[in-house]
């Protein structure tokens, strides 16, 4: 019974850690914004897929996730510092997004069709398993301690993917109350915050490696020549 009562608070744990730093809320914008001209279907699609990529990057760090960093030398402020690029460079590209008129709407239609798969990035990765779940996925393998363990850390963090799987859905519904005119200022205003966090996330990466106890017992070892 205890096992079961810890299995259960790892569920538990998992499935409340990683919600929030996830916020399937928060990406529901960003998500219509850069699925703007998409059909619901395609929507749909790119959301499965892109909650299936979540579930696999977070799963494949739990499982691996020390043993590949260490085996690269990656660190979570140098994946703080890369997400934040990505995550800069397309916020850039929503706010210089060229909006064509009504006379191109055909065109725009049929590129929408053509458009690149965005379900692994920027949608899985770095927007719902970016650095930050990543880094509290890894948190995780210290709770584990048997393969049930991690067993009940993949069940909460596939709960978590179920219930971005339906926001984002449910998500696509706004765009027949929002319209173009509002489609396009979310774009980019979207756009603005992404470029916003992107820069924090590097921010925090130079920040991390700033004060990281090793550097800063070399620079004193270097200053005190001890």
């Known amino acids: 019974m205890s096992n079961l009562t810890h299995l259960w608070a790892i569920f538990l744990g998992t499935v ?93 239609r049929e590129a929408a069709r053509r458009k690149v798969d965005i379900s692994f990035s920027p949608l899985a990765m770095p927007m719902l398993s970016g650095p930050g779940s990543i880094a509290v996925t890894l948190g995780f393998t210290s709770l584990a301690t048997s393969w049930y363990d991690y067993i009940a850390l993949i069940a909460g963090i596939i709960v978590v993917a179920i219930i971005s799987y339906l926001v984002l859905r449910v998500s696509g519904r706004v765009v027949n109350f929002i319209g173009p005119v509002g489609m396009n200022a979310v774009t980019k205003i979207m756009g ?17 490696i700033a004060t990281d106890p090793e550097l800063l017992r070399g620079i004193k070892a270097v200053v005190t020549g001890h």
């Open 192 to 208: 603005f915050l992404i470029m916003c966090i992107g820069v924090q996330f590097v921010v925090n990466g130079i920040l991390g």
């Open 16 to 108: 409340i850690g990683l919600l929030p730093i996830i916020n399937p809320l928060a990406a529901a914008p960003t998500f219509l914004a850069i699925t703007e001209g998409d059909s619901d279907a395609r929507r749909r699609e790119q959301a499965r897929k892109g909650c299936l990529y979540m579930v696999g990057i977070l799963v494949s760090f739990l499982i691996g996730g020390t043993f590949i960093m260490n085996f690269f030398g990656i660190s979570i402020p140098g994946l703080r510092i890369a997400g934040g690029i990505l995550m800069t460079g397309i916020g850039m590209g929503m706010l210089t997004a060229h909006k064509p008129g009504n006379h191109e709407d055909a065109e725009e």
